[in-house]
């Protein structure tokens, strides 16, 4: 699993920018297309906006990849008609003032580039292998990645009120060919309750003074980076000798930045505390709106009687819950301390569908073997549990349900099928919206798209 950096905020917008390369973007078309030479040029133009062929093939390998069987010529003007739309997008953005905020876009910029950090393994080598600076990198992805941001924004305004009826969703399920339903390998229904072990007050007074002392070896001379890689527990940072790079404002947990952006360049900082634990804080250097820092990070670890309060809270819990005397989403959302499943009632969902039953496949290994002795309804007991930043503390998981491989039927699938029903009318939306809004915009595409279904009522 890739790991960030211990002081950026990671939160679900963050994590489905991370996971989404649409095919109007990426790292770059040329730096993406693996397909061989394509000679380039304009197959499509909406005002001031023009589409490539580049593209075009780019997107088109993707959607191959995800395709079920569908004819590449049609595939492909898929694709066309999609990148088409996204160039409206853009054009009607500018004849209608929609903008995004620069705060905005740099906040994606930094983001996206730390996850290329993190997944090349340094800033150094993703410097090397594109034969660039970050600097230069984030300036040629700034006018994509705002690109990307507004035709979010306008496909939200056209699609945000869309809603699906029962009566959609069943004939949208009905006009699926029998031959053609999808088959669902065996799902699960899974929720969780953390509580973390609380740090006592001596714990996080030793932690402190290790930092104070490294402080102080710093200060007689010794070297930051050598102590950062021998002694910070921050695994994104610790081995490039906690360098984190330039980054803008917001990127970084408040607690870190407020103290960084006190510092002089060499400064270095005060003991902080941040929900990662605490941090020694050197600021390097400031650029405009961005800075580039290092720290060593150490956390307090808790000890056995530390961790004894969560067993014994997640304990007395699952005695109610057996009892029947609170509901499990109601115990998530009330006493589970990770943020991200309690607001989903304690539930897992599926990073695509956003829906609470996984496949099994899908499901991270240790809770695939816990679960599988356990009948549906079972809570287990409170295990011991350490999260991915190094908190310790426990955890029950509850087994709510199994659903066993079937073809897709709307009892079992509903949810599954009103997502793709809403998916369908949302479509139909924007295409409603593109033949209302073309005579707007000036419109030209090559011929080898000319039978394309969404352009084929235009003289161009």
């Known amino acids: 699993m890739i790991r960030l950096p211990q002081v950026f905020r990671l939160t679900s917008s963050w994590f489905l920018w991370q996971v989404s390369i649409l095919i109007y973007g990426g790292f770059t078309a040329a730096a993406q297309y693996k397909g061989g030479p394509v000679v380039d040029k304009i197959v499509a133009r909406v005002d001031n906006q023009i589409l490539l062929k580049s593209e075009v093939e780019l997107g088109f ?6 395709s079920t069987g569908m004819p590449s010529d049609v ?8 990148l088409l739309i996204n160039k409206m997008m853009l054009a009607k953005s500018e004849i ?5 905020e620069d705060n905005f876009v740099e906040d994606q910029l930094d983001r996206r580039m ?20 970050i600097e230069q990198f984030k300036a040629e992805l700034k006018k994509e990645v705002r690109d990307q941001m507004v035709i979010q924004k306008v496909q939200e305004s056209i699609s945000k009120n869309i809603k699906v009826t029962p009566n959609e969703v069943k004939r949208f399920f009905n006009d699926i060919p029998k031959d053609s339903l999808p088959f669902f390998s065996t799902e699960v229904e899974v929720g969780q309750i953390i509580r973390y072990s609380k740090i006592s007050r001596a714990k996080k007074l030793e932690t402190k003074q290790k930092l104070e002392d490294l402080k102080k070896r710093i200060e ?12 910070s527990q921050d695994p994104g940072s610790a081995k490039e000798g906690g360098n984190l790079g330039f980054w803008g404002k917001g990127a970084m947990v408040p607690e870190y930045e407020a103290a960084a952006l006190k510092l002089e360049p060499m400064g270095l900082s005060e003991i902080v505390e941040s929900p990662f634990g605490y941090h020694l804080i050197q600021l390097l250097e400031k650029k405009g709106n961005e800075y580039s820092s290092r720290h060593i990070l150490i956390k307090p670890e808790a000890g056995e009687e530390d961790q004894a309060g969560a067993f ?34 304690g539930f897992f969902l599926d990073p695509q569908t956003g829906i609470t039953r996984i496949a099994t496949e899908n499901l991270d290994p240790s809770i695939f073997f816990t679960i599988d002795s356990l009948k549906p309804g079972d809570y ?13 503390g426990a955890r029950i998981l509850y087994f709510k349900s199994r659903i066993l491989p079937h073809e897709a039927n709307l009892k079992q699938d509903y949810q599954k099928i009103q997502l793709a029903a809403l ?26 798209y000319a039978d394309c279904e969404i352009l084929k009522d235009e003289e161009l």
């Open 75 to 82: 595939l492909k003007c898929k694709v066309f008609e999609q």
């Open 423 to 448: 998916e369908k009318k949302k479509g139909e939306a924007i295409k409603t919206w593109f033949k209302k809004t073309k005579s707007e915009v000036f419109i030209s595409r090559d011929k080898d």
């Open 61 to 66: 390998l993707q959607a191959k990849q995800q």
């Open 114 to 133: 730390a996850y290329m950090i993190q997944a090349i393994g340094s800033k150094e080598k993703l410097e090397e292998y594109y034969k660039k600076s």
């Open 380 to 392: 287990t007991r409170p295990m011991p549990y350490k999260s991915e930043d190094g908190k310790k």
């Open 96 to 100: 209608d003032s929609v903008t995004v």
């Open 312 to 345: 014994h809270t997640l304990d007395s819990l699952r005695t109610a819950l057996l009892a029947d005397s609170i509901r499990f989403e109601d115990a998530a959302k009330k006493y589970s301390e990770d943020k991200e499943s309690a607001n989903n009632g």
């Open 220 to 231: 007689g001379g010794e070297d930051f980076e050598f102590l950062a890689k021998a002694y």
